[in-house]
Every structure is written in structure tokens, then in C-alpha cells.
């Protein structure tokens, strides 16, 4: 059975203290590993799409890397404003198998 | 539309009762997904339709739930005899292609089912 399990559940972080979120999976035949963010009561959107192992995307302060069974979301000097549930998914041929996320606030 | 849209926002229903969400897809999206989010759960997946068919149907909960899709556009999330454990934000997804292509998630439907 597909599975994904991030941790840690919940992260809290001053502003400019820098810290990693991770993603293990275990999917078969697994097609990308994304990562999504999600603000409450809106739905989740989209970060980035990591293909293959040693593949590394960035973006503002948010730099996602993936192994052969972990991603890891770091997060460089965060802001207030990257307070959010950040949402790991590994999909197969259509199917997006999601983690349970991790919220992180980051306080000023 | 700019982006996929969703409807009702919210949904306050009694056990027993049938509801229907709603989902507008981004125009010229082939694929479209609906998943379930419980609160401190992760995304559960539904349903996938591409174009008006449905490959997977293999999340559905129960066949108390079904789902359709109409000119390669709208679609109709409907469950039947309302159970409180359906209580859940149903969030709706679409897509240029298959998974190639970054989902763009609605701002999903509350249903409450008191």
C-alpha cells in the first residue's frame, strides 16, 4: 500500500531560524514526489514537482531535495508570512498519495 | 474561470440527507480529482476523471458516494444518505494532463452532517 509520513506534525520557528521538514514514502512506481502548500480554508497549492533522486528545486526561501526514500522541505530564514501546512505528496501514474502535512508557524 | 471553483463553500446537512457539491474545473483541464481532508488527516483520494470517464473510482467510500463528470467540464461529487463520519472538507482538483502536470486545487467544500 502507497504511504507518505511526514514530520514533524507541527513546527514552530523564530523568524530567521532556518529548519527542515520531511517526507518519507514508500510508492510503487512512483511518477514524481511534489510538495504543496495549504493556508486554512483554502485549498492546497502547488510548490514543486521533484522527478528523480539528487534533484533539487528552490524558491524564495524553500529549497525541496529528494533521495530514494525521503524529500526534505528546508526552509531558509523563514518569515511570518511562510506560516502554513506544508503537504507532501508521491503520485504514481495519476494518483497523489498525501502526507498529513506539517504546520509551521513562524513567529516575529 | 482563473482558477477551479467550488460550490457550496459550505454544507451543514442532517444525517439521512443527500447532498451535491460541485466543482468548475480550469477551462481546457483534461483531468479532474476530487480528494477528502478530515481534520488532522491527510488528503484522501476519491475519484479521477479523465474527460468524462472515471479510470479510478477506487476511493470512493462507499456506494453511497458517486461522482460525475459532463462535457469534459463541471463535475458532481453526490453522496447519498448522509452519515456524520462523511463530514470532511471535499476538495475538487484539475489538470492539463495526467500527474506530468501540477494540480490546481478549489478552495474545497465544508460538509457538516449533524
Known amino acids: 500500500e502507497d504511504q507518505v509520513t511526514q514530520s514533524p506534525e507541527a513546527l514552530r520557528l523564530q523568524e530567521g531560524e532556518s529548519s527542515s521538514l520531511n517526507c518519507s514514502y514508500t510508492?510503487?512506481?512512483?511518477?514524481?514526489l511534489f510538495w504543496y502548500r495549504q493556508d486554512p480554508g483554502k485549498g492546497p497549492e502547488f510548490l514543486f514537482t521533484?522527478?528523480?533522486a539528487g534533484e533539487e528545486k528552490e524558491k524564495e526561501r524553500l529549497k525541496a531535495t529528494l533521495t530514494k526514500k525521503e524529500s526534505f522541505l528546508h526552509i531558509t530564514a523563514p518569515k511570518p508570512e511562510d506560516s502554513a501546512t506544508y503537504l507532501c505528496?508521491?503520485?504514481?501514474?495519476?494518483?497523489?498519495?498525501f502526507g498529513a502535512g506539517t504546520t509551521v508557524t513562524v513567529r516575529a | 474561470g482563473a482558477g477551479v471553483s467550488q460550490s457550496p463553500s459550505n454544507k451543514v446537512t442532517e444525517k439521512g440527507k443527500d447532498v451535491e457539491l460541485r466543482c468548475d474545473p480550469i477551462?481546457?483541464?483534461?483531468?479532474l480529482y476530487w480528494y477528502r481532508q478530515s481534520l488532522g488527516q491527510g488528503l484522501e483520494f476519491l475519484i479521477y476523471?479523465?474527460?468524462?470517464?472515471?479510470?479510478?473510482k477506487s476511493g470512493l467510500p462507499s456506494d453511497r458516494f458517486s461522482a460525475e463528470r459532463t462535457g469534459g467540464s463541471v463535475s458532481t461529487l453526490t453522496i447519498q444518505r448522509t452519515q456524520q463520519e462523511d463530514s470532511a472538507v471535499y476538495l475538487c482538483?484539475?489538470?492539463?494532463?495526467?500527474?506530468?502536470?501540477?494540480?490546481?486545487f478549489g478552495s474545497g467544500t465544508q460538509l457538516s452532517v449533524l
Open positions: 521533484l522527478y528523480s
Open positions: 482538483a484539475s489538470s492539463r494532463y495526467r500527474l506530468d502536470e501540477k494540480l490546481f
Open positions: 505528496a508521491a503520485g504514481n501514474d495519476y494518483k497523489l498519495s
Open positions: 477551462s481546457g483541464h483534461t483531468a
Open positions: 476523471f479523465q474527460g468524462n470517464s472515471a479510470p479510478d
Open positions: 510508492v510503487s512506481g512512483l511518477r514524481g
